[in-house]
T-cell receptor, first 111, second 116 residues
Framework: GQQVMQIPQYQHVQEGEDFTTYCNSS?????IQWYKQRPGGHPVFLIQ???SGEVKKQKRLTFQFGEAKKNSSLHITATQTTDVGTYFC???????????WGAGTKLIIKP | DAGVIQSPRHEVTEMGQEVTLRCKPI?????LFWYRQTMMRGLELLIY????????DSGMPEDRFSAKMPNASFSTLKIQPSEPRDSAVYFC??????????????FGPGTRLTVT
């Protein structure tokens, strides 16, 4: 079946260092969405990428969608304590209106 | 808008008891999703509805789980009888296409279920 693999599972960084998480789908996606879940919270929609090769930025966050629409990445520049949480990618297919979720990458800021 | 509303926020029950979780989606959203989240299995889609009709319930673990959506503003997820392995956070989310490519989901705060 459809799968979206997300790595790494965890990433420990010092505040100010960069962070990157990667997603790969076994099938071509209609779009890919990114969500953030703070500890104890619920997933919150960040952004959606639709076009092949698309790059979008939100302040220190950069999102990319691969040319084949099978992979995506989220890069955070100069992490801050407010970035702590788990970042999920989710692949969307119009055919069944479902999101296929990655396992998430937990960003941990080292004291 | 108040967002997606779920109740209760926490539920502790004994094995064998019936548990009912409730969700009110965002007004005007025509899709409603029930998810379960655990450390071991991550975020799992249990069932989703479109215009109050169940579309895909292939994620429902077994017959002990049932979900209903009697109207556009209310849905329930019922577990009967509950078992300790059902302990998890259950999220409800709603969505509606807002443009040609916009299908983002809005999550409720979740219900943390503990079955002892």
């Amino acid at each position: 079946g459809q799968q979206v693999m997300q790595i790494p599972q965890y990433q420990h960084v010092q505040e100010g260092e960069d962070f990157t998480t990667y997603c790969n789908s076994s099938t071509t996606l209609s779009n890919i969405q990114w969500y953030k879940q703070r500890p104890g919270g619920h997933p919150v929609f960040l952004i959606q990428l639709v076009k092949s090769g698309e790059v979008k930025k939100q302040k220190r966050l950069t999102f990319q969608f691969g040319e084949a629409k099978k992979n995506s990445s989220l890069h955070i520049t100069a992490t801050q304590t407010t970035d702590v949480g788990t970042y999920f990618c989710a692949g969307f297919r119009y055919s069944n209106y479902q999101l296929i979720w990655g396992a998430g990458t937990k960003l941990i800021i080292k004291p | 808008d108040a967002g997606v509303i779920q109740s209760p926020r926490h539920e502790v029950t004994e094995m064998g008891q019936e548990v009912t979780l409730r969700c009110k989606p965002i007004s005007g959203h025509d899709y409603l999703f029930w998810y379960r989240q655990t450390m071991m299995r991550g975020l799992e889609l249990l069932i989703y509805f479109n215009n109050n009709v169940p579309i895909d319930d292939s994620g429902m673990p077994e017959d002990r789980f049932s979900a209903k959506m009697p109207n556009a503003s209310f849905s329930t997820l019922k577990i009967q009888p509950s078992e300790p392995r059902d302990s998890a956070v259950y999220f409800c989310a709603s969505s509606t296409p807002t443009g040609e490519y916009s299908y983002e989901q809005y999550f409720g705060p979740g219900t943390r279920l503990t079955v002892t």
